[in-house]
């Protein structure tokens, strides 16, 4: 039953590919923001924790359009960028994009309730012991926010496996080059006799993403057992 063709194969491996670039470029960005929404004080801050949650609450199509008419080859920013030999429309790349934007309201808000959750008197000690601020993120923040980062990570991860909406409008549905795994098996299930292989791409699908969330699940654990022990 789950003896998969080259095509699906293919939906499988660009699937993984996407999702792990998507998760990989929002990290740090994301810690940055959920940082500043946790920690700062500034003008225009609920704009800003709006236009980070603003791909929660807008139809998934809608976002893929905004994509495309800032990035795409005639774009905002994608004429400029296509001089340049970067192009994210009909392109893998673009499916990376289309999922970190859909995922990182999801990556900021875990990580942004994990650092307000870290107690500010172990910060304030270790400033008092003469720690710069850096180092009291890196060796005192960072440490104890460390299970949600994990959490919100694996969250737009998983997110980026089941997007399909925004990736679709921004990037079609090309075999072997954006069909992932979502749009594999909206192509199969319009097509007579393609359910048997929609449904074995929907169970590895599902095992996917169970098994990123499993993992996630353990490494925090274990962080919040290390720590607790330390």
Known sequence: MLDFTPDEWSAIGLSLKVASVATLASLFPGLGIAMLLA?????????????????????????????????????TFGAALAEVGIVFSFR??????????????????????????????????????????????????LPLAMPGILAG????????????GATITFVSNIPGETQTLPSAIYSLTQVPGGEGAALRLTLISVALSMAALLVSDLLARRLARRLGAG
């Open 39 to 75: 920690r700062g004080r500034f003008p225009g801050r609920a704009l800003l924790d709006g236009l980070v949650h603003m791909p929660l609450i807008l139809p998934p199509v809608v976002t893929g359009y905004l994509l495309l008419l800032s990035f795409g080859r005639r774009g």
């Open 92 to 141: 893998w790349t673009g499916a990376a994009l289309a999922c970190a934007i859909m995922g990182f309201p999801l990556m900021v808000r875990a990580m942004r309730l994990s650092i307000e959750a870290v107690d500010r008197r172990l910060e304030q000690a270790a400033a008092t012991l003469g720690a710069r601020p850096s180092a009291v993120f890196l060796t005192v923040t």
């Open 153 to 164: 990570s694996v969250l737009a991860f998983a997110k980026a496996m089941g997007e399909f």
